[in-house]
């Protein structure tokens, strides 16, 4: 520990992301990265992009993502926000909507990044239990939070709420900033986008990283009133105006104006984890309902740890956590159909005791 460290960088735990190994090869089911390459368009347009002029910065403001997100959305440029990735949007928040010492609320069992960023700002959270059911507890927050974050679908589990309940749920909190992480939205739920005309206090966060398959460029965006998304540009511009390269604001652009291909890889996904769930299902596997782009399971037979250890030694990493509650289930991300099919062979294997 260094001398020269502040008391924020010696207290704060900080995120840890999924494993990124280079010791071999392996069937890589634990970040929930698309199994499938983005769209040959997206390729097109990097290809002209850095035949370009890479010299100039890049536009701040991404102008062109932007319009090509509310063209694809039919919401107005002004309420869009784009950044380097959702992870960075959704740090951004902190500070642009809190004060030290203000109070948020978000899941007790969800994206684990959201107590990372409150205790890097200063903002204090209460989280709240999940259901039994794993499905997210939208009449428990706290009345006197300023802000309440959540997952839909919730992460790790896959579980979405109804745009109905996202609703009722605006209804009751118009006091507060309500925060929608909608990163697996594209697989199954529903988004709530159509809200925000209506209510000024929603804010939705999505990514290019999972259902158009651009993990490797970082670029997220936020969609909301005019006033939250002002917000937003000015933290972001008092510390780093040129957050998006230009070969990100390319690939974005034409990944998100290319919905065939976008329905086309979204649709294999998901007869994919219908499929995969159906057969761990028969194996005994207790199988969450899930409408994102992984399955969140676990075995009486044997644990979350031990099938962990077990899938890595076979050249196949899933995901582990540790948390009270969940720390029997295992998250597998949504592979191709051969990549899910050596996963159940060697799952069926451990059960029956091979």
Same mark, same amino acid.
């Given at each position: 520990?260094?001398?020269?460290?502040?008391?924020?960088?010696?207290?704060?735990?900080?995120?840890?992301?999924?494993?990124?190994?280079?010791?071999?090869?392996?069937?890589?089911?634990?970040?929930?990265?698309?199994?499938?390459?983005?769209?040959?368009?997206?390729?097109?347009?990097?290809?002209?992009?850095?035949?370009?002029?890479?010299?100039? %910065?890049? /536009?701040?403001? !991404?102008? &062109?993502?932007?319009?090509?997100?509310? #063209? =694809?959305?039919?919401?107005?440029?002004?309420?869009?926000?784009?950044?380097?990735?959702?992870?960075?949007?959704?740090?951004?928040?902190?500070?642009?909507?809190?004060?030290?010492?203000?109070?948020?609320?978000?899941?007790?069992?969800?994206?684990?990044?959201?107590?990372?960023?409150?205790?890097?700002?200063?903002?204090?959270?209460?989280?709240?239990?999940?259901?039994?059911?794993?499905?997210?507890?939208?009449?428990?927050?706290?009345?006197?939070?300023?802000?309440?974050?959540?997952?839909?679908?919730?992460?790790?589990?896959?579980?979405?709420?109804?745009?109905?309940?996202?609703?009722?749920?605006?209804?009751?909190?118009?006091?507060?900033?309500?925060?929608?992480?909608?990163? %697996?939205? /594209?697989?199954? !739920?529903? &988004?709530?986008?159509?809200?925000?005309? #209506? =209510?000024?206090?929603?804010?939705?966060?999505?990514?290019?990283?999972?259902?158009?398959?651009?993990?490797?460029?970082?670029?997220?965006?936020?969609?909301?009133?005019?006033?939250?998304?002002?917000?937003?540009?000015?933290?972001?511009?008092?510390?780093?105006?040129?957050?998006?390269?230009?070969?990100?604001?390319?690939?974005?652009?034409?990944?998100?104006?290319?919905?065939?291909?976008?329905?086309?890889?979204?649709?294999?996904?998901?007869?994919?984890?219908?499929?995969?769930?159906?057969?761990?299902?028969?194996?005994?596997?207790?199988?969450?309902?899930?409408?994102?782009?992984?399955?969140?399971?676990?075995?009486?037979?044997?644990?979350?740890?031990?099938?962990?250890?077990?899938?890595?030694?076979?050249?196949?990493?899933?995901?582990?956590?540790?948390?009270?509650?969940?720390?029997?289930?295992?998250?597998?991300?949504?592979?191709?159909?051969?990549?899910?099919?050596?996963?159940?062979?060697?799952?069926?294997?451990?059960?029956?005791?091979?």
């Amino acid at each position: 520990m260094s001398m020269f460290w502040s008391d924020t960088a010696r207290n704060i735990s900080p995120y840890i992301p999924g494993e990124q190994p280079r010791d071999r090869k392996y069937i890589k089911l634990n970040t929930n990265e698309n199994p499938y390459p983005p769209s040959p368009k997206v390729l097109e347009a990097i290809t002209r992009e850095t035949c370009g002029d890479l010299r100039l %910065y890049p /536009d701040p403001e !991404a102008s &062109s993502v932007k319009n090509a997100v509310s #063209d =694809y959305y039919r919401i107005h440029p002004d309420e869009v926000f784009v950044g380097n990735g959702s992870d960075e949007v959704l740090a951004l928040c902190f500070p642009a909507f809190f004060n030290r010492g203000d109070m948020i609320s978000f899941p007790e069992i969800t994206y684990s990044f959201y107590p990372v960023f409150a205790n890097l700002f200063g903002v204090c959270y209460q989280a709240v239990p999940l259901n039994e059911d794993f499905t997210v507890n939208l009449d428990e927050f706290p009345a006197h939070a300023k802000g309440i974050l959540i997952a839909n679908p919730n992460a790790p589990t896959g579980i979405a709420a109804g745009l109905d309940e996202i609703e009722n749920f605006l209804k009751k909190n118009r006091d507060k900033l309500i925060i929608i992480d909608e990163a %697996y939205v /594209d697989f199954g !739920a529903e &988004s709530a986008v159509p809200l925000i005309e #209506d =209510y000024e206090n929603l804010l939705i966060i999505q990514t290019f990283s999972k259902s158009r398959a651009l993990a490797g460029l970082r670029i997220g965006f936020a969609l909301g009133n005019v006033n939250l998304i002002e917000a937003l540009n000015r933290v972001k511009n008092s510390f780093n105006s040129y957050t998006v390269d230009r070969i990100a604001q390319a690939a974005a652009v034409a990944a998100i104006k290319d919905k065939d291909y976008f329905n086309e890889i979204c649709g294999k996904i998901i007869r994919t984890r219908e499929t995969t769930a159906h057969k761990l299902v028969s194996l005994g596997f207790k199988v969450l309902p899930s409408s994102a782009n992984f399955l969140f399971v676990s075995h009486d037979k044997i644990s979350g740890g031990e099938l962990f250890l077990k899938l890595k030694a076979d050249g196949i990493l899933v995901r582990h956590f540790d948390t009270k509650g969940i720390e029997n289930f295992i998250r597998i991300s949504v592979g191709t159909d051969e990549e899910m099919d050596i996963l159940v062979e060697r799952l069926a294997c451990y059960i029956n005791g091979g």
